[in-house]
């Protein structure tokens, strides 16, 4: 009996465990059930609520419970403050999607600075966000869906840098005639200072930090002067350049463009460079500017100027001799200085200086066209075969690479060839001016004249800065002996640049051969004042021909003084020698006479002139020898 007991009571025992653990299954059920009907009707009600949780606000008054639920409705200004917050959240994502855009920029990834930026500018539409997508879209190629994208907003019509970047991409479309209607009408007072028409507030877009900007108004005439250019209307082209470097001197390209393709005379030059208003730490980029004009003052003058900008400290605050900032050995002052050589007719000099400067940056173009000059010159046939090579095979598509071909076909006397190659310059870069005057000089060398002309009169219409081509064509003319025309070109030349020696030697040798000697001896003297450094070789034929113009005015003494100069010069020359002979010879001095005529028979033992004269002078001094045997 107890054993039954015994056994029913534990039965009882498992029956009240096992009602117990299933009532505790019911209510954790009961409890997940009602868990999950308090989050649906979160979801439904109030959507916001997962904002919170990304981001936890604290909001004591919501009791999120099934019996409160209703009865704690929020307020509208609950509302309010989770619109806030959410606008906060929104704004931090979309400036680091902006700081994405700037980064793929600097990384130069445009197809995901697009990308983000069509994003960006669909969240906010802001201004800043629009113009922010046009210039990925510009630096990506774009061109047309950034006009389009440009022009589709009203704010082009009131702010200048949507205009600006809008008239960019139309000039990447060679559009020119939309560009400057773009742009605008514009105009100068009479200081020469630009002055838009249209009302345009200047928005200042992506800017974070305090950069120094160039004036917008002289980018926009910059480029108005360039789609001048590009319309071959070159006086507008000057107009607007000097516009923009005037508007704001920082703008290089500019004053570039004025001196490569030789818009300016040397006067208008210095004129426009002193008119700048540079500001006062921008004392070194005045000096910059003019060493890079043309230079024919004296050779004191323009070395006081390179060594100014060599040692000019440039730095704005003070520092130890460890820190001084110079420009003393940066490329482009250095490849001024080269070119300054060249004008100077110091061509080893100038190509010394040249090769090293190419050593340290191979593909500075401006060194490399010194170079090359420099090289012609010289006769390096080799050095030009090297660098015309070097530059088709780098730059195929620019005029210098095929200039510097013409140039070794010239050096080599290949003159069809070289003749062939500068027109190929011309044809890739018609404002290319060495390339015409390559042109024409290779005509001239094989003396077809018409065409030769047509080269240098091309040139001249087009630089109209430059007085090259005035004075090559004053030399056909001459070399056909019209000499009043010669005269006249070589006049408009002197009128363009006034500081050439060379213009002035060849006045000198127009008048020789006019027979006007007084005049001739004037330029002449006149030349030897304007050569910017002491005589060097090159100016050698000028003292001769200084010479020459005294013996003829039989101002001998003076003649003999300038041949000997001459002589110190060059020693080479047949010239002098049979000049200075025949000067001794007019003088009765037989015995210097034969002398010298000897040395010009060493020369060239074939000379005509010479070997009469000589002839002469020996019989002239043996008549003199028995005179005075006679009076003995």
Known sequence: MEENEGKNEEKRKESVSFQNGRKRKEEKGKKERRRKEEKRKEKIFFPFLSLVKAKPVKLRYLK?????????????????????????????????????????????????????????????????????????????????????????????????????????????????????????????????????????????????????????????????????????????????????????????????????????????????????????????????YSCLIKKYEKATVVEEKFNKLENEDISTKPSNDSMICTLKNNTDLLACKAEYYHQCGEYQKCFELTSILLEKDPFHLKSTMVHIAAAMELGHSNELYLMSCNLVKDYPQKAISWFAVGCYYYCIKKYDQSRRYFSKATSLDGTFAPGWIGFGNAYAAKEEGDQAMSGYRTAARLFPGCHLPALYIGMEYMRTHSFKLADQFFMQAKAICPSDPLVYNELGVVAYNMKEYNKAVWWFEKTLVHIPSPLSEMWESTVVNLAHALRKLKRYSEAITYYEKALALSTRSLSTYAGLAYTYHMQDNYTDAVTYYHKALWINPDDQFCTEMLTLALVDESRQGLDNLGHD
Request: aromatic share 12%.
């Open 64 to 288: 999120f419970t099934s019996r409160s639920f209703i009865l704690h409705k929020p307020s509208p200004q609950h509302f309010q403050i989770f619109s806030k917050s959410k606008k906060k959240m929104m704004e931090e994502e979309i400036e680091k999607l902006r700081g994405v855009v700037r980064d793929c920029v600097s990384k130069h990834l445009y197809s995901s600075a697009i990308f983000f930026a069509d994003k960006v500018a669909a969240f906010t539409s802001d201004p800043a966000d629009i113009y922010m997508q046009a210039q990925a879209l510009f630096l990506g190629r774009h061109y047309r869906r950034a006009f389009h994208l440009l022009n589709a907003s009203q704010i082009i019509l009131r702010d200048l840098r949507f205009r600006y970047l809008a008239a960019k991409c139309l000039e990447e479309l060679k559009e020119w005639d939309q560009c400057l209607q773009m742009l605008g009408e514009g105009s100068e007072d009479e200081h020469g200072n630009f002055r838009d028409t249209k009302d345009s507030d200047v928005m200042y877009l992506d800017k974070d930090t305090e950069d120094r900007e160039i004036n917008i108004s002289s980018a926009i005439c910059f480029l108005r002067g360039k789609a001048y250019e590009a319309l071959e209307n070159r006086s507008q082209a000057r107009k607007w350049y000097t516009a923009a470097i005037r508007a704001d001197p920082l703008c290089y390209e500019a004053l570039e463009c004025l001196i490569e393709n030789h818009m300016l005379t040397c006067e208008e030059e210095k004129s426009l460079i002193s008119s700048l208003q540079f500001a006062q730490e921008d004392g070194w980029l005045s000096s910059f």
